[in-house]
């Protein structure tokens, strides 16, 4: 992976950006109680459609590939056409696992993107601040994550018994979209696939090849909805940021 890491220090930033947007939304909700958290309604619209307005109003971003499940490529397809989303070209078919979807969407990315923003389909809050710092970062260096500080105490434990306590300075909470140079993505979960490697996010697949990924600054409302409170939580973070 040397030939990786030497071009990290000679990428131009005067590359043309072109940006794919791969949303991960092939999921099946199970901590969501049965119900598919996507097409539940976050204020008024879909968690889904946040996400994509956001992706779609974001300048850096040419083009959106949707990944979702069989059963929900129709609905899907039409809620793009409702809502009139411009930069969709595809909606594709996922798989069992997060890294296998994200790889189906990677590989239907337009051949001249340069970049390729990997956003979980259950973020419906993020900024374009956001966007804006994680894909120029990932312009500079390769590979970019939002992250914030975590606020609270973490403990490792086994058995119910606390094995230790790392120290929370150095610990964040990453979240999405992952940002990173196309073909770098596209070898590293290939890679992180053939070897059957289980893994929560996309970044691991790129720190598995020894490349060094970059945190720019994450937004604590930037929240994915995973439990039921969760969109409780989201529906407040929404009105609050609407009325700012
Ligand atoms: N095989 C998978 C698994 C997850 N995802 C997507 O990855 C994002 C983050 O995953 P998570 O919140 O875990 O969603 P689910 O897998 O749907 O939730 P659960 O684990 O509760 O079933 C979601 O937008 C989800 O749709 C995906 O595209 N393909
Ligand atoms: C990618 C991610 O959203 C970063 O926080 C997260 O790891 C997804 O995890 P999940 O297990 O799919 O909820």
Same mark, same amino acid.
């Given at each position: 992976? @040397? ?14 950006? +072109? ?29 889904? *459609? ?30 793009? +056409? ?6 969709? #070209?595809?909606?594709? *078919?996922?798989?069992? &696992? ?28 993020? #900024? ?28 490792? @434990? +086994?058995?119910?018994?606390? &094995? @230790?306590?790392?120290?929370?300075? #150095?610990?964040? @909470? ?23 490697? #289980? ?11 020894? *490349? ?33």
């Amino acid at each position: 992976m @040397a030939g990786w890491l030497g071009r990290l220090f000679h990428r131009k930033k005067d590359e043309p950006l +072109r940006c794919t947007a791969v949303v991960a939304a092939a999921g099946s909700s199970a901590r969501m109680e049965g119900q598919d958290k996507l097409l539940l309604l976050l204020g008024e619209q879909p968690v889904l *459609v946040h996400a994509l307005r956001a992706l779609e109003l974001c300048p850096y971003i040419t083009e959106i590939v949707i990944v979702t499940r069989e059963d929900r490529i129709v609905p899907v397809g039409q809620l793009c +056409r409702d809502y009139a989303f411009s930069k969709v #070209s595809k909606v594709i *078919v996922g798989g069992d &696992t997060r890294t296998a979807s994200v790889l189906a969407g990677v590989r239907e990315a337009e051949e001249g993107a340069s970049l390729i923003a990997v956003h979980d389909g259950a973020r419906p809050l993020v #900024s374009q601040s956001v966007l804006e710092q994680v894909i120029l970062r990932a312009r500079e260096c390769g590979a970019a994550a939002p992250a914030v500080p975590v606020k609270d105490t973490l403990k490792q @434990a +086994r058995d119910g018994v606390v &094995t @230790a306590t790392p120290d929370r300075a #150095s610990l964040y @909470a990453v979240q999405t979209p992952q940002v990173f140079e196309a073909a770098l993505i596209r070898t590293a979960l290939t890679k992180a696939l053939e070897e059957g490697a #289980s893994l929560t996010d996309d970044c691991s697949a790129v720190e598995r090849l020894g *490349v060094g990924v970059a945190l720019t600054r994450g937004d604590y409302r930037n929240i994915k909805i995973t439990t039921p409170e969760d969109l409780a939580i989201g529906e407040a973070l929404f009105e609050w940021s609407e009325s700012q």
